[in-house]
């Protein structure tokens, strides 16, 4: 909701906007504390990697990128802010309580958006895992029975289209270009693929929340499908690894992630209350 003007600063006015109002699925309903525990997880995966991403900002490739990488990091942001204040409604706790006070236990992320930027191909392998799984994910839960995931998904699904042909198109560029390029985009495809399967596993909190949650096992073929047309047009492989333990979901994170944090919640912790 935008208030009248309240401030003029010779010829420009500034409106005075209550964050809250723009959030997807802001309706005043309450989450309860399964619903809450599951926008958690998908509040923690887009928060942390919009943290990464910003970290590419004037450090990026090309100018253009730069500018990429941002709005990438904004949209990611912004699911971020609905997800963890719809999941703040089952505890009176705010989405900046959630993002900046929490101790890296505490944080449900998956394993994969909490791998380190690396150089630009990694960034981009992660990126390209991210936004295939995440648009399954939002497209899924644009039918949930839940009305505020429902609101919250359909925006996001339209966005992370975006990321994910952002992050195809990086693909293709680096798998087709220099020697260098595709040797660096096959070794960073490499290092993700481990954290893939955390994605879609089940478990006794998603089968609680049947016909509101995604179930992440069914969003599986779909992403295979999607990832397998984007190699094959690569002349990319999937490796031989093994999947990892993960545990992100448990609170259990790599040491990254605590760096990660260290600089997201540095000015909230050290002035608790500060605006600006």
């Known amino acids: 909701m935008t208030?009248?003007?309240e401030a003029r600063h010779g010829d420009v006015t500034v409106d005075r906007v209550e964050l809250a109002a723009e959030l997807s699925g802001a309706d005043g309903r309450a989450s309860t504390a399964d619903v809450a525990e599951y926008a958690l997880r998908l509040g923690d995966d887009a928060l942390i990697l919009a943290q990464q991403l910003g970290e590419w900002i004037a450090r990026a490739p090309e100018l253009e990128e730069d500018m990429a990488l941002a709005n990438i990091a904004l949209d990611l942001l912004g699911h971020a802010r609905s997800l963890l204040h719809y999941a703040g409604t089952f505890d009176g706790r705010s989405e900046d309580d959630l993002a900046y006070v929490r101790d890296e236990h505490e944080f449900r992320s998956a394993w994969l958006f909490e791998q380190p930027?690396?150089?630009?191909?990694q960034t981009v392998a992660r990126g390209l895992v991210a936004s295939?799984?995440?648009?399954?994910?939002?497209t899924a839960l644009a039918a949930s029975t839940d009305p505020?995931?429902?609101a919250i998904a359909a925006k996001a699904v339209k966005e992370v289209e975006y990321h994910r042909d952002?992050?195809?198109q990086w693909t293709l560029r680096l798998a087709g270009g220099t020697d260098e390029s595709r040797r660096r985009m096959i070794r960073a495809v490499v290092d993700m693929w481990p954290y893939v399967d955390e994605l879609f596993r089940d478990d006794d909190l998603t089968d609680r929340l049947e016909g509101v949650a995604a179930r992440p096992s069914t969003l599986r073929p779909r992403f295979d499908a999607i990832i397998a047309v984007v190699f094959a047009e690569a002349e990319l492989e999937?490796?031989?690894v093994a999947p990892s333990a993960g545990g992100g979901r448990q609170g259990r994170h790599f040491s990254h992630l605590g760096a990660v944090l260290a600089e997201m919640q540095v000015l909230?912790?050290?002035?608790?209350g500060v605006t600006w």
């Open 3 to 5: 208030h009248p003007l």
């Open 117 to 121: 930027n690396g150089d630009f191909a």
């Open 132 to 138: 295939t799984y995440q648009f399954e994910l939002y």
């Open 148 to 150: 505020t995931l429902r």
């Open 166 to 168: 952002h992050a195809v």
């Open 238 to 240: 999937i490796p031989p």
């Open 268 to 272: 909230a912790r050290q002035h608790p």
